[in-house]
């Protein structure tokens, strides 16, 4: 394990009082530790002793709302990268909790086994000094008895030399050129994207061009209005013919399916159908064969999606495909009945697009976020992970970017799906976050409600957009190669 230091109240003064308590060449085998009891708690967090196999003379609990916060002031004597491990237990089932490290929000841990356990954010960069580090309510319900602070591995750059040859055998020669063009850049460049739901010319789009003079690379549409349940509301939608145009104009299309529930299914309003709150499907029970008529409805919803992947492939575009989104989440009806049915609802969607539609033009961007949910490497392309941290937090995220690397080996691209804040780019490099590209939501993520082209530094303030769009490893729209005539790589 190395040397290991243990820090409570004392212990953290000495440190800072002290500029040598660990030499630099000594850092890569200490594991500085700090005991919760020992640390700052506000608001309901408070000491307790009941649960058994706690260190030092207790933990704390008491994360149940807003403002519940421990805080830890950890010192360390060189610049670099160290993983905080907060060792918790659950206080029953999945827990997520968010870390704060000098007034930034890193990311999240989570636990959920019952007896304390490892809960690891990776390579958080940290200088040398004192710093606040901070567990603070999300989920909350959870007890932590300390915080273990080790330097990190270094990366090990083959993660991003990753396969260029897709899951579909069949796959177009458009699919393969662009697939091998994201492999080529994949770690030492990061593509620019944006959801925008009236294309290149739409507001979202609009207002980056305004602040930032360029265009992003990748344009995100949803295929939710042509889901028959909306559709017999009168839904319509020109998706498909923006997707269509910005291929021809030079970029990269990727799609998500805000999937609304078969018509029999919805509980409220029809336009909710796709939340859970908003229908009465049971996913376990079609694909277990016990609801016979709910397969045949989804069969019949795939189709009518898989119309209009078709006019996309017979017009040459490829498509960065990313159906079942966020399912771990459960806040979607395909994850409402747990990892199993998810799974077997992705195969199906895999086999009848590929197999029964002949749709070859798809690059499979699996978004499950859980690695128990992953269907499998014959059915995925590319990872996505959708991450939105709050307002004005320009992390790289580089925990949860690891994390999803390790959901399989040998490691797959890793892009940012989602996100609400675009990131620095100079962190990401430096964090070795190297995102194959960002697609930012829209509305209020970068454009004002009330104003077609005002743009809306809520979630990113104008000078990081900037900053972003401007960086030499960010790819924009003017710098992509003619996909169409892209070399294919043959691995």
């Known amino acids: 394990m190395g040397r290991v230091v243990w820090c409570g109240i004392a212990g953290i003064l000495a440190m800072m009082l002290s500029s ?196 992003p690379a990748i344009l995100g549409l949803d295929f939710i209005e042509y889901s028959p349940s909306r559709a017999e509301n009168g839904s319509t939608s020109n998706a498909t013919q923006y997707a269509i145009q910005f291929w021809e104009n030079g970029g990269i299309v990727t799609f998500c399916w805000h999937w609304n529930a078969p018509a029999k299914y919805l509980t409220g309003e029809w336009y909710n159908g796709f939340y859970v709150e908003g229908t009465n499907i049971d996913l376990a029970a079609i694909m277990n064969g016990e609801d016979e008529e709910g397969y045949q409805l989804l069969l019949d919803d795939i189709a009518a999606i898989a119309e209009q992947l078709l006019i996309l492939q017979d017009a040459g575009v490829p498509v960065l495909w990313r159906p079942l989104h966020e399912a771990s989440g459960g806040w979607f009806w395909w994850g409402a009945s747990g990892a199993e049915a998810y799974k077997q609802l992705y195969i199906l969607l895999y086999d009848q697009l590929t197999n029964v539609y002949g749709l070859n033009n798809l690059i499979w961007l699996w978004n499950g976020q859980d690695a128990n949910w992953y269907p499998g490497d014959e059915y995925v392309d590319i990872i996505g992970e959708d991450i939105y941290p709050g307002e004005h937090v320009y992390t790289s995220q580089v925990d949860t970017y690891l994390r999803a690397v390790n959901y399989t080996s040998p490691a797959k691209m890793v892009v940012l799906s989602e996100n609400g804040c675009v990131f620095d780019p100079d962190l990401a490099v430096r964090d070795g976050a190297m995102w194959g590209f960002w697609c930012t939501w829209g509305s209020e993520f970068v454009a004002k409600s009330m104003s077609i ?11 990081m957009l900037i900053k972003a769009y401007e960086s030499d490893v960010v790819i924009t729209l003017d710098e992509l190669p003619d996909l169409t005539a892209y070399p294919i790589r043959d691995n």
């Open 20 to 215: 040598s308590a660990v030499l630099a060449e000594e850092l890569t085998e200490t594991v500085l530790i700090y005991e919760a009891e020992d640390a700052l708690c506000e608001g309901n967090v408070h000491t307790d002793s009941q649960l058994e196999g706690y260190s030092g003379n207790g933990y704390v609990t008491g994360f149940s709302a807003e403002g519940d916060v421990c805080t830890f002031y950890v010192s360390v004597d060189a610049d670099g990268f160290y993983d905080l491990n907060f060792v918790t237990a659950s206080m029953g089932g999945y827990k997520e909790n968010y870390v704060i490290v000098d007034g930034e929000s890193l990311g999240t841990v989570s636990v959920e086994e019952e007896s304390f356990t490892d809960s690891i954010l990776q390579r958080d960069y940290l200088t040398a000094g004192t710093h606040e580090v901070s567990y603070s309510e999300y989920w909350g319900w959870v007890y932590l008895d300390r915080l273990e602070v080790t330097p990190s591995e270094e990366i090990d750059s083959s993660i991003y030399q990753v396969s260029a040859t897709l899951v579909n055998e069949n796959a177009t020669d458009n699919a393969k050129r662009l697939m091998s063009y994201l492999a080529d850049n994949y770690g030492s460049s990061i593509l620019s994207g944006q959801y925008s739901e009236d294309g290149q010319y739409g507001k979202e789009f609009t207002v980056v061009y305004r602040e930032t003079g360029k265009y």
């Open 453 to 463: 082209y005002a743009y809306n530094d809520q979630y990113t303030e104008s000078e």
